[in-house]
């Protein structure tokens, strides 16, 4: 069999490849804080150079860009979007062992950023360990472009992108995120939402003010917010903005199909959530399946205001804050929608309400029919039990616009999440059996580029 | 004149009694976080048996009460009521000496508590000791009822009350708050607002989702929590509750004729807190001292759900929670206001969300024409620059009800406080200079209750 040295190798060094990981995940990178980033983007240009990689770390005005080269033995090019950093590890206290300290428990690794995306860095260079050793050389050119700011919305690397085109030149892509779903099949995620988001901020006096003095009389910042937030989405789920839902683009029907073949999630998330409604009443596999990717949000992920403590405080806040994501489909854009919500709160009376970009990107999306897609879904026959499931579009965001938009590659997806993983939740993890297969899975992608035509 | 020696014994043993002061704010009693209740009731009737009082502390099955006696000369009886616990510190960055560490600074002295309320207790017990020097023993009983739960509603001390009427019965009570106005003159608070403070709390899985993933089909805590909050009351102050405004009468021509005699508060308010606006457009000088005082509020008092860091976190929160208060007038009560709101979220699709009762109780005033008023305003007289303001009812609650109820004792106040004291604000604080005329102001109370004649 084709692989068999290669499988093996990558299963001889698959130790040394998780000490490697954990020395990663122990050097905490979380952008949003501002906390371990250049440590961690010298320890990843590190590595790559350990590989033979001409490596970089370039700046961008925020957290730095690593930029890894090898050349291969033709002149086909894979380019690697990964991402150094890794979401904030709060709430600490449901962590069963530190965030930034990674554990072995029954035979999955638990770290901060261990899923989202340092694990599928680093099976990466495991296949690419395995190849060299095989092989002495690459099968194709391979550029690592390691990000730091993917957790923060990329917000320094679309103008990185557009004045290094040339550089991180490729044939095809492939996307930091990738795994099997919760019923271990492969699967090949193809498009992105895009994301605007923002924090909501009220401020309505210098000081907080005890509640008995105050409250008759006095503006309340948590009472502007609420109805601030309240007004931009009613409880039918309706997103209030005007003309928001007018660039909105149904799937099409090939998307339908591929999300049709997707596996029953109704009562999965049911246990696993321990929720027993869906949103808008949904109760029927290909509408959750729809609704989950293909309609935008509008998502409260925070709200801080006044006293949180334990018990009783009688204080009117003078501050309060959110922070919202809007999630965007085709072909919606962040600045349209900054622009929709500035005008909304204007309109309802909240021109108090300040706005602060966080961040945001487009939608984009690969052709599921593109040749790339084909390599992905090949490479994955031999490793995993089932066959490589295409989902057209997923929930989450990234920056895969910017590659699409300046790079005009297809973009496939390799890695070793799975449903277990909860990447941005207390607890992160992948299971080593997953990780040994990601990287037999990019090893083959590797090999199918030698061959790759393209369209 | 006559109170030049007891005067002077206040003035000389001024120091000493600030250092016991700063003692007792030295001690945490943060009874919201249960933190050092116990030994600040200790040090309370240590102080107390140190004046020859009979000191107890009694339990009530949350923090103590500590009671203690000294009979005077006459047999009128003056009751005390204080509390040893203080409202959380935080945000404690906002502190500029940490509030713990009673610290001087400008004729002021600094401390989480200092002002409501240990400062007005160890005021009286300087008054005591003057008088117990110049004359050996007090012109009246004394019985000091010092509580631990005041900043959480009192929650257990109303069944003590109702339980110790024999222990507790006096002619006047002198309440624990009192001081002077922004103008400095002093002021006679006969009444208080009620409250009845819940907390909110919506959970909707178990555990926070990728906001990506679940955004559009799982329900949110936050959003929840803000429909819920945002049906309660509009933007234009009005509190939607069936029935909230049924019982709520206003106030008599005498309070008006009263609250009219107040000090101008608008360009007071508008600078000190930096405020542009009053709520309901108020811009009338009587107008706004009803509106503080005889409306209802509902206020929140605090917000938290999901991600409260810096930047941005892509997470759609399982659980949100928010402090909120309302402050009751007469004839309102808690238990009615709690009923409504757990059926106006009912009967508006929230019950999902959970009311935690945190405690409460109803409005209570005093005739401003009592005797007893007119003792507390004419020991004022030759202590302070200006007469005596007597104030109907104020913004603020206590348990001042349940003296009413169960003892029936008119009720007065005296006390260090002034417009800088910051009571639950970070930097609390009281001058020295009204804390010497606090003690003048409740020796002088002492006195003329030797010939108080009542109704």
């Known amino acids: 069999m084709a692989y068999q040295k290669i499988d093996q190798l990558i299963e001889e060094k698959r130790d040394s490849s998780i000490e490697e990981l954990s020395r990663l995940c122990a050097q905490p990178s979380v952008a949003a804080q501002h906390l371990g980033i250049e440590e961690c983007a010298v320890l990843v240009a590190d590595s790559l150079r350990a590989r033979g990689f001409e490596a970089q770390i370039l700046l961008t005005g925020g957290s730095p860009v690593v930029f890894g080269e090898r050349k291969g033995r033709t002149d086909k090019t894979l380019l690697v979007y990964d991402h150094y950093d890794v979401q904030p590890p709060e709430p600490l206290d449901l962590w069963e062992s530190p965030p930034f300290e990674p554990t072995l428990r029954d035979g ?66 492939v996307w930091e995120v990738g795994g099997v779903d919760h019923m271990d099949q492969p699967i090949q995620m193809l498009g992105m939402r895009g994301i605007c988001y923002v924090e909501l901020r009220a401020r309505t006096a210098n000081q907080d003010v005890h509640s008995g003095t105050g409250g008759s009389i006095f503006p309340n910042a948590a009472w502007r917010l609420v109805w601030a937030l309240a007004s931009l989405k009613d409880k039918d789920e309706n997103i209030l903005l005007p003309g928001f839902y007018e660039d909105v683009i149904p799937p099409t029907e090939r998307e339908k199909e591929l999300l049709a073949q997707g596996p029953e ?17 949904i109760n029927h596999e290909l509408e959750l399946a729809i609704e989950g990717v293909y309609e935008p949000t509008c998502t409260i992920c925070g709200l801080t205001s006044g006293y949180q403590g334990e018990g009783s405080k009688t204080v009117l806040p003078a501050e309060a ?65 089932k066959p490589a499931r295409v989902i057209p579009m997923v929930g989450g965001s990234g920056p895969n616009f910017m590659f699409k938009t300046y790079l005009d590659v297809p973009i496939i997806s390799s890695g070793a999440g799975d449903s277990e993983s909860g990447a941005h939740a207390p607890n992160e993890s992948i299971s080593l059996d997953l990780y040994v297969k990601s990287a037999k899975h990019f090893a083959r992608i590797l090999k199918l580029m030698e061959s790759y035509k393209g369209l």
Chains 1, 2 share one sequence.
Not at 127 to 149: H, M, Q, S, T, Y
Not at 347 to 370: Q, R, S, W, Y
């Open 108 to 173: 999955r690794l638990y770290a901060r950023g261990v899923a989202d995306n340092k694990g599928n860095f680093a099976g990466r260079l495991l296949a690419i360990d395995a190849l060299l050793d095989a092989e002495g050389e690459l099968p194709c050119n391979v550029k690592f472009v390691v990000e730091g700011e993917e957790e923060i919305g990329s917000v320094n690397l679309e103008p990185f992108v557009r004045s290094h085109q040339e550089l991180l030149a490729g044939d095809v892509c």
């Open 321 to 385: 804050r959110a922070k919202v994501d809007f999630r965007l489909v085709p072909n919606q854009t962040p600045e349209k929608v900054l622009a929709q919500l500035r005008a909304h709160l204007d309109a309802h009376g909240f021109d108090d309400i300040e706005i602060v970009d966080l961040g945001g990107n487009p939608p984009a999306k690969t052709d599921p029919d593109h040749p790339a897609v084909k390599i992905a879904v090949d490479a994955a026959k031999d490793v995993y039990d």
């Open 265 to 281: 999630m109704i009562a999965f998330y049911k246990e696993k959530y321990e929720i027993d409604h869906f949103l808008k009443g």
